[in-house]
């Protein structure tokens, strides 16, 4: 044993000295290009590589560029001195960022080829009268004894546990290997290869640009595909008209689609779809899908079809686990986010009649079931706050009566799901005779139909509670009736952990509320005592998740006209969380981010939010030294798509010439924005342009 944990340790030692030597070898480049140090470092934090104090220390080495890049670049040694793995993380972040795509690429690169975790060998043994392989052995990269002078060829793929895994990943590595041969064989023109598929992918440009054989192509295709998804290589066979290779494609995609319906999740547990192993999904660009589902009551296909029907082709199946239900990981690239997000809003629905227990999107939770105890202590204080209430109408009186009937049929479809479960236990622990078997089958037929009895009322319930809360919003100050409905997080999680967190200062006038510092808490008793006149409300100092909850609670109420931020980050994936109601917000006129609120991803991802908004005349990010000429282009297709904006506020942050360029082009066809500040650096830069004196009044300078 203790050799064992000796051999171990030294293993452990050499793998980080070879991660260490691959970063040392890249590391001159990367302290002369690495772009944008401070977001490459935030989302470095997000992921557990580095800690929040070295965040901290490379925002505060600004605006020396070259200085955060030196703080991260250090950290990040010391981070794969303590993980040798994290510098494929550090890789992955790195080709989030377009300036940086290449440098983490080739980190990828060399990372994969001196690391094969988890993976064995498929050797594939090939006759000599047919390309086809009739003889497919499995081991460890140790390959066994083969015929004197018979081809043969290892294809890398993760360690499975069961024989039906085994069996696919072996058909898999039979199909890549014949369909390699053959491109090698007589291979399309490399360029119109790349150029096919950078149209279907844009994300593997950098990858492609690369790549300098088909070889080096392939390796990217199949890395974009798994065990159940070949599309993309099946797309580029079929485009280039690839007629041999098309018959290994129809041959694995038939034994694939037996094995789909065919196989249980109980089969398919924590093995990995991905053929080739490729770099792990970051937290970013994974979701998860929870399930209230038994392994042996479904198939394979199940899962395929609930995530393709509600998800399209925006995300690729990685594994599937069992905790308490089923839970489906699935990774998708990050700049679909919104798009994923805005997806899975729409059919929503339809993963809960699935039986849908949690939905989470990259680091956010977009929806969670309540249960029906949850649904119940809130609905009792409502029902206690409506007897309290000396003028109920008619219509509320009967919501009152029909919810009291409703959590009673609840209670009691609670008290017999728990007297069935009971009753299986006991059937499920004695020696079954065939009566004794059929009993506990009629019994869990009775469990099924009690659950979805159970879970229509929970419905019925939810949309009773939703009409009484319209009905009684002016009088309610419970807080049930706080929350407004919407946006499908997990809220309660925020309050609970702000709980005990010392409270900030509100301050009330005839027209808005100013708050600094406030807990989870005081933002929602701030929305209850809103009143028709206070039509802006401002926030500083305060944590991402408290500006979330404020601003969802907030751009629910059509009396508000003005949101301000200050000092405040406002992070990308709150953005996208918001996008649907920032879109569709019917009232805001004014939207204030200022004071180092936000950066440029999160401009990016606000812009687009805005493009289709019908409202918002007045966008104010000034002195916000984290936007850049990085935004540029989407603070100009802003321009150029919306035609309700009238004044934008970009004084007092780092937008450069070229910038400021893109943006003069962009009001030449917009003629709708009545205002835009720049600093008064740019004023020479504008005054220049052939066409300035048809934008001169439009354009103010600090």
């Not at 793998?15 to 590391?27: E, L, P, S, V, W």
């Not at 606000?606 to 908004?613: F, G, H, P």
């Amino acid at each position: 044993m203790n050799e064992n944990a000796a051999a171990d340790n030294l293993d452990q030692k050499k793998r980080k000295a070879k991660a260490i030597d691959i970063f040392n070898t890249h590391h001159p480049l990367l302290s002369q290009s690495l772009s944008d140090p401070v977001s490459v470092a935030i989302m470095l934090q997000r992921e557990g590589v580095i800690t929040g104090q070295v965040l901290a220390r490379v925002e505060s080495a600004s605006p020396s560029v070259p200085n955060q890049r030196e703080v991260l670049l250090a950290a990040i040694i010391v981070a794969i001195e303590t993980k040798y793995s994290l510098l494929q993380t550090f890789a992955s972040v790195l080709c989030m960022f377009t300036g940086n795509v290449k440098l983490g690429t080739v980190i990828e690169r060399d990372y994969d080829q001196s690391f094969n975790d988890n993976k064995k060998v498929i050797k594939v043994v090939i006759p000599e009268d047919d390309m086809s392989t009739d003889t497919i052995n499995t081991g460890t990269t140790a390959l066994s004894p083969t015929l004197p002078n018979t081809p043969t060829v290892e294809i890398a793929i993760p360690q499975c546990m069961s024989d039906e895994f085994t069996s696919i990943q072996t058909s898999y590595g039979r199909m890549l290997y014949n369909v390699r041969k053959i491109m090698k064989n007589k291979p399309p023109p490399i360029d119109d290869i790349k150029e096919y598929l950078c149209c279907c992918r844009s994300s593997l440009e950098p990858k492609l640009s690369l790549c300098s054989n088909i070889t080096e192509i392939l390796r990217v295709v199949e890395k974009e595909c798994s065990l159940i998804n070949i599309k993309l290589l099946q797309s580029l066979i079929e485009e280039f008209k690839i007629k041999k290779a098309e018959k290994y494609i129809t041959e694995y995609k038939a034994i694939l689609k037996e094995f789909c319906h065919t196989v249980k999740i109980t089969l398919c547990l924590n093995e990995k779809f991905e053929a080739l192993g490729g770099s792990p999904s970051l937290q970013c660009e994974t979701g998860t899908y929870v399930f209230d589902w038994e392994p042996d009551e479904h198939m394979l296909q199940d899962i395929k079809q609930i995530i393709s029907k509600t998800s399209g082709k925006l995300v690729k199946i990685k594994y599937i686990k069992k905790g308490n239900s089923i839970i489906v990981t699935c990774s998708f690239p990050h700049f679909l986010t919104e798009a994923l997000i805005i997806q899975l809003s729409e059919n929503l629905d339809l993963l809960m009649k699935s039986g849908l227990m949690k939905l989470t999107v990259g680091y956010c939770t977009i929806w969670k079931k309540q249960k029906i105890q949850e649904i119940q202590e809130p609905l009792k204080e409502d029902l206690q706050e409506i007897e309290e209430q000396p003028h109920d109408t008619k219509r509320q009186k009967e919501l009152k009566e029909t919810a009291l009937q409703l959590t009673n049929i609840l209670s009691d479809k609670e008290k017999e799901l728990n007297k069935i479960m009971k009753k299986i236990q006991e059937l499920s622990s004695q020696k079954k005779t065939q009566e004794d078997q059929n009993e506990e089958e009629c019994t869990l037929v009775e469990l099924k139909e009690v659950k979805e009895a159970t879970n229509e009322l929970e419905e019925k319930l939810q949309r009773m509670k939703k009409e009484y809360h319209i009905k009684c919003r002016t009088y309610s100050t419970s807080t049930s009736y706080k929350i407004i409905k919407g946006m499908r997080m997990e809220i309660e999680q925020i309050l609970t952990n702000k709980t005990g967190e010392e409270t900030g200062e509100v301050k009330w006038t005839s027209d808005r509320v100013t708050l600094t510092k406030p807990s989870a808490g005081q933002c929602q008793e701030v929305i209850s005592q809103i009143t028709d006149n206070h039509q802006i409300i401002n926030i500083s100092h305060s944590s991402p998740d408290i500006v979330y909850l404020l601003m969802l609670l907030a751009l629910g109420i059509r009396t508000i006209k003005r949101i301000g931020i200050r000092y405040a980050k406002i992070t990308k994936d709150f953005i996208l969380l918001l996008s649907h109601k920032i879109t569709n917000n019917t009232s805001l006129k004014t939207l204030w981010i200022s004071s180092n609120s936000i950066n440029d991803d999160g401009v990016i991802a606000l812009t687009r939010s805005l493009i289709n908004n019908k409202t918002i005349t007045s966008l104010y990010l000034g002195y916000n030294p984290d936007i850049t000429s990085t935004s540029a282009q989407s603070l100009a297709e802003l321009l150029f798509y919306n035609q309700i904006l009238s004044y934008l506020y970009l004084n007092g942050i780092n937008i450069d010439t070229d910038g400021v360029l893109v943006l003069m082009e962009s009001l030449r066809t917009n003629n709708t924005l009545r205002r835009l500040y720049l600093d008064n650096k740019h004023k020479q830069t504008c005054y220049f342009l052939p066409y300035y004196k048809t934008i001169e009044n439009r354009l103010v300078f600090y």
